[in-house]
């Protein structure tokens, strides 16, 4: 069974960090290696629809990130861990959503940056930032 569990969400004010993490587990992980895989972080405002955040190809050399969070935000990943991070540093009160892990088995070190190019996704976490 694929599971995508995803941690750290939480309150916290304007200007603070948090990490998140998601920790892959199940056979396309197992029989492709995690590190064959890209993986996503998007997020869901309250009222709008699920947007990108950011995204690491299987080499870690590639990374893209949504112009609202560049320079704010960054990805990372250790294979030997099946987990994927999202430090985010001084976060800002739009920053407030539920975010979403998802990953997806890459043929090349170029990510995916859709929602629907993703087949593996997480239950979400919360992260709200008070002004």
């Known amino acids: 069974q694929v599971q995508l569990v995803e941690s750290g969400g939480g309150l916290v004010q304007a200007g603070d960090s948090l990490r998140l993490s998601c920790a892959a587990s199940?056979?396309?992980?197992?029989?492709?290696?995690?590190?064959?895989?890209?993986m996503a972080w998007f997020r869901q405002p309250p009222g709008k629809e699920r947007e990108f955040v950011a995204v690491?190809?299987?080499?870690?050399?590639?990374?893209y990130y949504a112009d609202s969070v560049k320079g704010r935000f960054t990805i990372s990943r250790d294979n030997a861990k099946n987990t994927v991070y999202l430090q985010m540093d001084s976060l800002e009160p739009d920053d407030s959503a539920i975010y979403y892990c998802a990953g997806q088995y890459s043929r090349t070190n170029t990510p995916p940056k859709g929602a629907g190019e993703f087949t593996y996704w997480g239950q979400g976490t919360q992260v709200t930032v008070s002004s």
């Open positions: 690491i190809g299987r080499s870690s050399i590639v990374k």
């Open positions: 199940g056979p396309p992980f197992i029989r492709n290696n995690f590190n064959q895989n890209s």
